[in-house]
């Protein structure tokens, strides 16, 4: 088995997994995973997906993907309770020494601000573990992610600010580099205290003139500027809402917005993931 990394983007299709505020897991889960699968790619790993879309997986589907094929194996997740507990959880198989998931936990902590709650394995019988990821998948290090939970308010509206959800996302990219033995070099994020990346125009001709239509099932923030900031929010649209005409694409930090125009002629900036929006 060669030095292979594969992301899981865990749940769903039919299995939305955990919810919050309006937003599916399955759609942040697979927003985390495609953002770290590209950048992986960049900077030179060997680096697989478990899905690339909204697609149903059952358990025995997921792990034939996973088993005994890949050194190490990242599942994306985001936990729920009772909307008051909060803070980052790193899970290792029973079988499995913690440094890494330990490493994970800790960069994602400073990343991100948000509590480390644990790191831990979870066994069903002694020498057994509980969750499938970690039984199932062989000699594969597999090891869950969960970047906080959905349904509490502040590690929700931490995640809502893609500075902080790419700075999460940069902190496993980098500590997987670590493990995997090959050279990181770190992606500029907004929004914490370095030099933001300037605007510049993506592929204008392909989406000039379309129509863009929100499907995400929560309220999606448009700005006033490119941006990702709070103080740059104008307002929001819903699912099946959006903007007659979309002027261009252009990378905003680390991510992508749509420059759009509205039926009165006001220019905003949208998300450009097609994770929540269609151009058509």
């Known amino acids: 088995m060669s030095k292979l990394i594969i992301l899981d983007a865990g749940h769903g299709g039919s299995d939305p997994g955990a919810s919050g505020f309006g937003i599916l897991e399955k759609d942040w889960n697979l927003k985390m995973t495609l953002y770290q ?3 992986l790619k960049e900077l030179g790993a060997d680096v697989h997906l478990t899905r690339d879309r909204d697609l149903t997986l059952e358990h025995v589907q997921r792990v034939a993907r996973i088993k005994n094929q890949y050194a190490v194996c990242v599942s994306n997740h985001w936990n729920a309770f009772n909307g008051q507990a909060r803070g980052i959880e790193v899970i290792h198989s029973v079988h499995a020494k913690p440094a890494f998931a330990e490493d994970l936990a800790e960069r994602l902590a400073e990343a991100t601000g948000l509590p480390l709650r644990r790191v831990f ?3 069903m019988k002694p020498g057994v573990d509980y ?3 970690h039984r199932l998948t062989g000699k594969t290090e597999t090891v869950i992610i969960e970047y906080g939970f ?4 502040t590690d929700h509206q931490a995640y809502l600010k ?5 700075a999460a996302a940069e902190a496993v990219i980098e500590g997987i580099c670590k493990k995997i033995g090959i050279d990181y070099k770190r992606s500029v994020a907004p929004g914490k205290g370095e030099t933001k990346r300037p605007v510049e125009k993506v592929q204008s001709k392909e989406y000039s003139g379309k129509r863009l239509v929100s499907h995400y099932d929560g309220k999606l ?9 709070d103080k740059d929010v104008f307002g929001y649209v819903t ?3 959006g903007f007659p005409t979309v002027l261009e694409k252009v990378s905003v930090g680390r991510g992508e917005q749509y420059k759009v125009k509205n039926s009165k002629g006001k220019v905003f900036y949208i998300t450009a993931s097609p994770v929540y929006v269609t151009v058509k």
């Not at 959905?150 to 308010?153: F, K, P, R, T």
């Not at 893609?162 to 790419?166: C, K, T, W």
């Not at 923030?221 to 900031?229: D, G, H, L, V």
Request: charged share 30%.
């Open 131 to 133: 969750y499938y990821m």
């Open 121 to 123: 394995s979870r066994t």
């Open 162 to 166: 893609e500075s902080v959800f790419y």
């Open 239 to 241: 699912k099946g809402q």
């Open 150 to 153: 959905i349904d509490n308010a």
């Open 221 to 229: 923030r448009f700005y006033t500027k490119p941006s990702w900031e």
């Open 37 to 39: 699968y590209k950048r």
